[in-house]
């Protein structure tokens, strides 16, 4: 049994893999992100569009609901998982830093935890197991896992940022089985065993693919480990490949080790640029690289200029980028972070005519906003729950900044001082709505919800045709509107263009499901104008960047060698068949 957060549904499977007859998909579930079965036959779902959990019979059918959006004792914002046992429970309340129990009547008990990185704090739990008298929290932003009595108290914690055994890079969901707490290590593309007791490490499985979908058995950014009732099979969800892959449980201290991603290069679903520069982060090592591109529109590769910033807790450290966004005549890199719940601004020392060539000391932080100072020094901040930073843009003039939890927007002057808000922003049914894309420019303000499309918070939008769902769009600076292109991420293609004031007919994507030649997009998730005739796509599933032009040709691509080999050779074939012509 398994959450389809696309479809809004929950599925069931038998032993063969084939869809159960019996299971009847519920109806009027918002993006579903979490799941717990228990021996009776019970189901419970974390509903995160709805922000509450939905308990199921063994049917399918919606018994009860649990919890509804807030701040607040009973409230949640931004469920991610959930345990059960015979007499509570368990939520990780994710937007809101901490685990909410209750009994099986829905009713509220108790909070653990809170926001911060000490001893008993918490950043961004989105894992939870119970384990006789103790609960086990996973803390993807701190790299570590926590223990709590079922009291609430605070009991000790294990594991830290690593890839060596025992260290965790973006742990995700857990499940506890035969005295043995699974993790699933998502960015060191593993599940790692621990001793629930003493936090030692007793082994590990997976490993990392040399290429994308290469090997069965092998993880890409494993999201989570579930193992049955009967402790023989572990089944491991991995959202970029699209599949569930079953494991016999063997002895886990005899499996092999495992090869960990940390170092691997891999861009986050965001980023940034301009004219001749495009900023990518890693979500492996929370560094942001700039890269010029000057010679890609004559067929060169992209050429790194510097790397700043390094995974961690404060000044000139990265917990968890939320957002990148580029002012290209200041030369400046804004950079989110959100669970530090921080805004930074770096300098790159870069004028233009500069070589192309690496230089490590290029940027330098020059500015730092504290939103959790904000807040208490703004009372306009009061309306927003503790603000989480994420998606970002500029104009040159002005700084607009979501709210990752709520889709409320700040916008902030070019010297980050508060100019005004946008109230969080709510569906229907009066839950809110995430946003992951903000387009701003002269007097117009567009931020983009994750689920549902767009909302337009201020202005006018020109476009010829509907959105698609969960787009991407990209624009610069001197045609803001007049230069858009949509993403269909589901589909995994580029689903129209309005370029300058006219409409393109150009639709890239998808050839072969899940392929990597450059007639393939798997999974993209951003897209950039760059003036003139350059666009690049962010293929977030292949671990690369294409460059095409605006016919839709492709130029050049970016990425580590091992994932754009075959767009390298595809590339290579094309410009020598033009050479013969």
Sequence with gaps: MYVDSRADTVRALLPDGSPDPAWQSPRGLSHPIGICATADGRVFVVDAGAHRVVQLDGNGAVVSTVASFGHGGAHLCEPSDVAVDEEMIVVTDTGNARVQLYDLSGAHLRSIGGWGNGAGEMVRPVG?????????????????????????GFVRSFASLGEQDGLLLRPSRIDIRGGVLYVSDSRNHRVQGFDPGTGDVVGRWGGHSLRPRE???????????????????AAVCEPTEGRIQVFDLIEPRNTPAAMSGLGTTHFDRFMAGGADTIVLSSPDLQTVEVYDLS???????????????????????????????????????????????????WKLDRKPGDESRFVPTMARLVQTLDFTALREADGRMQQ????????????GNRIAIADERSGAVVVLASNCEMHEIH?????????VRQVDTIVMGKERLFSFDAQNGMRTVSGLWR??????????????????????????????????????????????????????????????????????????????????????????????????RPFVMDAQAELKAMRKARETE
Excluded at 308 to 325: N, P
Excluded at 384 to 395: E, L, Q, S, V, Y
Excluded at 474 to 490: C, E, K, P, Q, V
Excluded at 519 to 543: K, M, R
Aim: glycine share 12%; aromatic share 8%.
């Design 384 to 395: 927003i729950a503790p603000f989480m930073p994420g998606a970002i843009a500029t104009d």
């Design 463 to 560: 476009n010829h045709v509907e959105p698609p769902r969960d787009p991407a769009i990209a624009h610069d600076i001197t045609w803001i509107y007049l230069n858009s292109i949509g993403l269909d991420r589901n589909l995994g293609s580029i689903q129209w263009l309005e370029y300058r004031d006219h409409m393109i007919d150009w639709t890239h994507g998808p050839g072969t499901p899940g392929g990597v030649s450059l007639a393939d997009l798997f999974e993209p998730t951003d897209i950039l104008a760059h003036g003139g005739d350059l666009i690049s796509v962010l293929d977030y599933a292949n671990h690369r960047v294409l460059f095409f032009n605006t016919a839709g040709e492709p130029v050049s691509v970016l990425g580590a």
């Design 423 to 431: 109230a969080p922003l709510m569906d229907r049914s009066g839950c």
């Design 295 to 345: 010679g890609v529109r004559k067929g060169g590769t992209p050429i790194m200029v510097t790397r700043f910033g390094a995974q961690g807790w404060g000044f000139g450290r990265f917990a968890r980028i939320g957002g990148l966004a580029f002012d290209e005549e200041k030369q400046l890199v804004y950079v989110t972070d959100s669970a530090q719940r921080r805004l930074s601004i």
């Design 128 to 152: 939870v197991a119970i384990h006789g008298e103790e609960i086990f929290v996973c803390d993807e932003a701190l790299h570590r896992i926590n223990v709590y009595s079922t009291g609430g």
């Design 215 to 233: 090997h069965a058995g092998k993880l890409e950014t494993p999201t989570s480990v579930t193992i049955s009732l009967d402790g023989k099979r």
